[in-house]
């Protein structure tokens, strides 16, 4: 099974990467890496999910944000690599997760990203990972996901 | 045209780069990659720019220090590397901008960093790029820049 | 003097690896790079630091829950790579530190990493550094690492 049909045993179909919004790449391939921009959980162009865990937005809200965030994360990986063969791994997965005061379980909400990462890339998904509890993000996302990849030279 | 002549179009001049303040280093290269650390608004050795955009600082005083902390990246590439030869391109570059509760256009205040890095640096100064909205930075520097960037070994 | 003689020296024991907590790895290796998960100050499974320093937490506490993050970053490298010989250099180190409002000391807590990585790894323990302040962390922790690090194919 490729990404795409992974994705799609999930529901879930790869969108257009969003674009980045003034003088910097979504992505840049140099030295056998892939450094990719913030990824928010866009969907058709719009922020789906702003807010603060444990206060506007439930776990599970912030869960589902979590993996539209990396849904884009994977359609970057795509339009930047032109498919996944040339993807060795993924090496680290930085979530940046919006919360209330008193919130604390961020990993349960970054979840949602690294449960997608396995299932649509199997053992390419493998990535090491830190959560973060921000009180708030950029134009008021609930969750920002920096990721960093091995890549193959073409 | 070099560095030093983009700069100097824009009225800007390569400063001394910030030395480290603990056991650490300004940058550290290896592997084909330089890590530079986070670099502040600083200006002939202290901090020029203070407090929260949106707040006690306006947007425009945001992305001038978000310049400047660029102009202090650019310092410390040119410190490392021995000139810009060696520079393949900037990888990511992460904006931490400190913000007052509500500000959301922390994009807006990094292209103050984006724009320079593309305008001294031309096709190298393509980069992925994450911005952070934090309540506060260290030292009440208005805004941090994490850059990372791929060279060419010696 | 190996990496243990001089952790012996300080006192201090490499200590079991903390694992993940979910499906992601505490470390990734590919293309001569070490990839970390964010480290706390976890000690026999449990979190021993939490709180804000300037708060909860007095500027001595933050570092030494600095020192203990540093530490478990030590045994995630060691677990990874089986021993210390195939590292190169660390590249950078990234600090969160949950701060009470208006305290922005961030990089003395940050010397409590930063010394015991130079003391325990010598040469191959220089870094680049970044500091941040953000008011909370996920479970509460005084601080979070994120360490890379360059290292030797096998």
Do not use: C, W
């Amino acid at each position: 099974m490729n990404v795409h049909e992974r994705l799609a045993k999930l529901g879930l179909k790869l969108p257009p990467p969003p674009g980045a919004a003034g003088r910097y790449r979504p992505a840049v391939v140099a030295g056998g890496l892939l450094f990719i921009s913030g990824q928010l959980p866009i969907e058709n162009g719009k922020l789906k999910y702003t807010g603060r865990v444990g206060a506007e937005l439930s776990e599970d809200d912030g869960r589902a944000a979590a993996q539209l965030a990396a849904l884009n994360a994977l359609a970057q990986i795509d339009a930047a690599l032109g498919g996944f063969d040339r993807l060795v791994t993924l090496l680290r997965v930085e979530g940046h997760i919006s919360s209330a005061p008193g919130y604390i379980y961020q990993p349960r909400v970054l979840d949602g990203a690294s449960d997608l990462f396995s299932e649509a890339l199997g053992d390419k998904g493998a990535h090491a990972r830190a959560a973060f509890a921000p009180s708030s993000l950029p134009h008021g996302a609930a969750i920002e996901l920096v990721v960093t990849a091995a890549v193959t030279d073409r």
